[in-house]
C-alpha cells in the first residue's frame, strides 16, 4: 500500500472511529438525560392524598415521611417506574365502572376500600393512578400495570397523621381487588347502558379506533381475569381456606400457575382433555379446539381453547393444571434485600451473582407480565444459553418483562432504609425500660435476629434459616414450595440446575424448578423490538451490572435446616428466615402469613387445649383491615371495627409457633428459656420500637 493510500485509509479510520464514539457518546448522553428526566418529579408530598375516613373508620389529616434515605423524587420514581406489568388496557382501568354503580372503579374511595393507597396527579402520574399502578406499553398498546410499590409501600395512621413508609409490607387485599375487578368488567360486558357508556369512554382516549375493537377486547379480558380469580382458589374442603383479606398474598403459588398455564403446549393438553372428559365430550370439544391446538400461534394455548369447553369442563381442566394458591404470606418488608445473602421467606433465592435479576422477572410474571411463549423451529443464542442446546425446536420466551427497570429498581434500593421510631409523632422511647430490653433481646432473640447497622452502606444481612419443625409456626406455605408439582409442557427435557445437581424436566416435574428454568429464559431472552444489536449490547450491560455490581456473593446458607441432597434437592426450603428486625415496628401483622396482629401478641403463647383460660394468648381470631396504630401493643387496631375477621384455625393461618418469649420453643442450642413476665415483655417490647 502506497504512502497516499495508507493516509487515506487511516483518515478514514479516524472518521469512522469519530463517527462511532459520537454516536456511543449520543447514546449515553440520551440515556443520562432520560434517567434525570425520569427523576424530575420531585412533589414535596409524593402525591399522597388525604382520605378524611374510611370504611374502617380510619382518620387522617396530613401525610408525612420517614427519614429513609428516599428524597420525593425517589420516592415517586420508584411507585411510577414501568416494569413489564400488563393487568388490562390502560383506557379500560380510566373508565370502568364498579359493578354496582356507576362510579369509576379506580376512584380513591374504592382504592382506599381494597387498602391501596390512592395518589393524585403529578408530573410522572399524570392521571393520579394509585402507588404501584401505572401506565405501560407493549407492542405500542397502553396497558395499566402494577410496580414493586403496590406491595411494598405502608402507610400508619396515628392521632390524625399518616406515616408512609417506603418498602414497608402493603396493607392491600389483592385478591377481592382482582374478583371486583373481574365483576366489574363482566357487567359491564352484560348491562347495555354501562356497556354503552364504558365504549364511549374508551374511545375517547384515543387508544381504540372502533367499537368491535373495544368489545372484541372487553370479552377478552374480562374472561383472562375472572379465569385467573378462578384458577388461584382453593379446590375441596381439603384444603380449606378463607379469603386472604389485607396485608396478605400467596405469590407463589400464583406465579407457579402462570408459569403452568404459558408452558403448556398442544400434546399436553391433547392428553389431559383425553383424562377429564367423556368419549362423547372429547370428540364435541376436539372438533372446536384442534384448529388451536395445531396453528403455528401456540402461545397462550390454554387461553384460546377456553372459549370451547364449559364451565365444568374449564375447572376439570384448571383441577389438573394448576395448584392451589391456598398458602398466603405477609408482604416481605423490602430495606435490606438487596443486602441479604438469601431472600423469600423460605430463603429459596441465592441473592449473589445475577440471582436478583431472575428473581425480579419471576415477580413480574406473577404480576401480570404479557407472556408470549412458543415453540418455534431451530434454535437461537437466547435460546442456547437458557440451556435448550441445539435441538430442532426451541421455545422463545418473548415477554414484555423490562429486565432494565428492574435492575434499575433493586439498586434503587440499596439508598433505602429503615424507619427509626419517630419520636417527633409517636411518644418518646421509655430509656428505663429500653436498657432491660436490650438484654432480653440478647437472651431471647440475637441468636436468630442479628444486629446490623441500619445506614452502614456496607452492611450485610446473614439470614438465620430455622427448620419449620424447629420453630413451629405454620407449615404450609414451606409445604407448598417443595411438593407443587406442575406439567412441564414446552419445558419438558431441559435441565435445571438446583444447587446440588441437575434436574431433567419429566412429563410432570417440581413447580420450583419450572419457575427456575422460565425466570433463567427469560432473563436470557432480549427485547425483541430493539435493533438487533442494540437488544444484545442492552442485555449483555444488564448481565455485567448485575454480576460486578452485586457485592453479594455466593455463600453456604445459615442456620438450623435440613440441607439439600440429590435425594432430597429442596429439603433446605422446608424452613423460615430471621432476619435483623430494624424498623419491625412498623411491620404488622407478624410471623410469615401476618397470623400474629401485634408484637406484644407476638411474645405470648398460643393458647392450648390444656391451658388455663385466665392467661394471656394469641388472639385466635382478629380483625385486618384499618390502619390505626395500636400503640400500645405495636401493630394495627385488631378489634372494634368491621374489617376482615382473619382465623387462625385454618390450615396455612396458624398462629403456633415462634414462642420464644412464651418459654415453649427452643433456642437455636436446644434449651428453653423461661416465659417473660408482663413486665418484662413490655421491657423488651419498648427494645424492639427502637430498632
Same mark, same amino acid.
Given at each position: ?52 375516613s ?28 414501568t416494569?413489564g ?8 382501568f380510566?373508565?370502568?365502572?364498579q ?5 369509576l ?29 401505572v ?88 374472561q ?30 400464583? /406465579?407457579?400457575? &402462570?408459569?403452568?398455564?404459558? $408452558?403448556? #403446549? ?6 389431559? !382433555?383425553?383424562?377429564?372428559? *367423556? ?16 396453528s ?26 394448576y ?28 441473592n ?5 435479576m ?14 408470549d ?10 435460546s ?10 426451541? /421455545?422463545?420466551? &418473548?415477554?414484555?418483562?423490562? $429486565?432494565? #427497570? ?6 434503587? !434500593?440499596?439508598?433505602?432504609? *429503615? ?40 452492611r ?37 440446575n ?12 417440581p ?19 430493539k ?57 404488622a401483622?407478624y410471623l ?12 405470648l ?18 380483625m ?23 382465623r ?44
Open positions: 500500500m502506497s504512502l497516499r493510500n495508507s493516509n487515506r485509509y487511516l483518515c478514514w479510520v479516524k472518521r469512522l472511529t469519530l463517527v462511532f464514539l459520537g454516536v456511543v457518546a449520543i447514546w449515553i448522553a440520551v440515556g443520562v438525560f432520560s434517567r434525570m428526566y425520569e427523576f424530575r418529579d420531585d412533589d414535596p408530598d409524593r402525591g399522597a392524598v388525604i382520605m378524611n374510611n370504611k374502617f373508620g380510619d382518620h387522617f389529616s396530613q401525610i408525612t415521611y420517614l427519614s429513609q434515605g428516599w428524597s420525593p423524587s425517589d420516592s415517586l420514581w420508584f411507585y411510577n417506574t416494569q406489568s400488563n393487568l388490562l388496557p390502560y383506557s379500560f380510566l373508565v370502568l365502572e359493578a354496582d354503580s356507576t362510579a372503579f379506580r376512584n380513591d374511595q374504592n382504592i382506599d376500600r381494597y387498602g391501596y393507597l390512592p395518589q393524585r396527579p403529578t408530573v410522572s402520574n399524570p392521571d393520579g393512578l394509585p402507588v404501584g399502578m401506565r405501560d406499553e407493549y407492542q405500542g398498546k397502553a396497558y395499566m400495570g402494577f410496580t414493586c410499590a403496590a406491595c411494598h409501600t405502608t402507610q400508619i395512621n396515628y392521632n390524625d397523621i399518616g406515616i408512609r413508609i417506603d418498602g414497608g409490607p402493603a396493607y392491600s387485599d389483592m385478591e377481592t381487588f382482582m374478583i371486583d375487578l373481574a365483576q366489574a368488567l363482566y357487567v359491564t360486558l352484560e348491562n347495555p347502558e354501562k356497556r354503552n357508556r364504558f365504549i364511549v369512554n374508551v374511545l375517547k382516549q384515543g387508544h381504540y379506533k372502533n367499537t368491535d375493537d373495544v368489545l372484541t377486547d372487553l370479552k377478552k379480558y374480562a383472562r381475569i375472572k379465569t385467573y380469580t378462578i384458577i388461584n382458589t382453593p379446590r375441596d374442603t381439603k384444603r380449606p381456606l378463607t379469603h386472604y383479606g389485607y396485608a396478605r398474598l400467596d405469590a407463589f403459588g400464583r /406465579i407457579y400457575n &402462570r408459569v403452568f398455564e404459558h $408452558i403448556m #403446549n398442544a400434546q399436553q393438553i391433547r392428553e389431559l !382433555l383425553a383424562e377429564i372428559l *367423556s368419549p362423547v365430550e372429547l370428540a364435541e370439544v376436539m372438533t372446536n379446539v384442534e384448529s388451536v391446538l395445531s403455528d400461534n401456540r402461545d397462550h394455548i390454554v387461553e384460546r381453547i377456553q372459549e370451547y369447553l364449559t364451565d365444568r369442563q374449564m375447572i376439570k381442566l384448571r383441577n389438573r393444571i395448584n392451589p394458591a391456598d398458602a398466603p404470606v405477609s408482604y416481605p418488608f423490602l430495606w435490606d434485600v438487596p443486602r441479604h445473602d438469601y431472600v423469600q421467606w423460605n430463603g429459596r433465592v441465592d449473589s451473582g445475577l440471582g436478583p431472575a428473581r425480579n422477572a419471576g415477580q413480574l410474571i406473577g404480576v401480570f407480565g404479557t407472556l411463549w412458543q415453540e418455534k423451529d431451530g434454535f437461537t443464542l437466547s442456547v444459553l437458557g440451556g435448550q442446546g441445539f435441538s430442532s425446536k426451541h /421455545i422463545d420466551f &418473548r415477554s414484555s418483562i423490562d $429486565i432494565r #427497570n428492574l435492575r434499575r429498581v433493586e439498586k434503587h !434500593l440499596r439508598k433505602l432504609t *429503615s424507619p427509626s421510631w419517630p419520636e417527633h409523632i409517636l411518644p418518646s422511647l421509655d430509656k428505663t425500660r429500653l436498657a432491660s430490653g436490650a438484654e432480653l433481646y440478647e437472651q431471647y432473640c440475637a441468636s436468630c435476629h442479628g444486629h446490623i447497622n441500619h445506614t452502614d452502606p456496607d450485610r444481612v446473614v439470614a438465620k434459616m430455622i427448620a419449620v419443625s424447629s420453630v413451629g409456626t405454620d407449615a404450609k406455605m414451606a409445604e407448598n414450595s417443595v411438593t407443587f408439582m406442575g406439567y412441564s409442557g414446552i419445558l419438558r427435557g431441559q435441565y435445571v438446583v444447587g446440588v445437581g441437575n434436574i431433567l424436566l419429566d412429563h410432570q416435574a413447580a420450583v424448578a419450572l419457575l427456575a428454568s422460565a425466570t433463567r429464559n427469560v432473563v436470557l431472552t432480549p427485547d425483541w423490538n435493533w438487533l444489536v442494540r437488544r444484545w449490547v442492552e442485555r449483555s450491560l444488564d448481565f455485567a451490572y448485575t454480576f460486578f455490581d452485586n457485592e453479594v456473593q455466593s455463600s453456604i446458607k445459615n442456620g438450623n435446616y435440613t440441607p439439600d441432597t440429590t435425594a432430597k434437592p429442596f429439603a433446605s426450603i422446608m424452613a423460615y428466615k430471621a432476619r435483623p428486625l430494624n424498623g419491625i415496628w412498623a411491620t401483622p410469615h402469613n401476618g397470623s400474629v396482629p401485634t408484637l406484644y401478641d407476638l411474645l403463647p398460643k393458647r392450648q387445649a390444656s391451658d388455663p383460660p385466665e392467661g394471656e394468648y394469641r388472639p385466635d381470631d382478629f385486618v383491615g384499618s390502619r390505626e396504630f395500636d400503640l400500645e401493643r405495636i401493630g394495627f387496631k385488631s378489634s372494634g371495627y368491621d374489617g376482615f375477621l382473619f387462625t384455625s385454618i390450615w396455612g393461618n396458624g398462629n403456633g409457633g415462634h414462642e420464644y418469649a412464651a418459654g415453649r420453643t427452643p433456642q437455636l442450642d436446644g434449651t428453653f428459656l423461661p416465659a417473660l413476665t408482663r413486665e418484662q415483655r413490655l421491657d423488651l417490647l419498648e427494645y424492639l420500637k427502637s430498632l
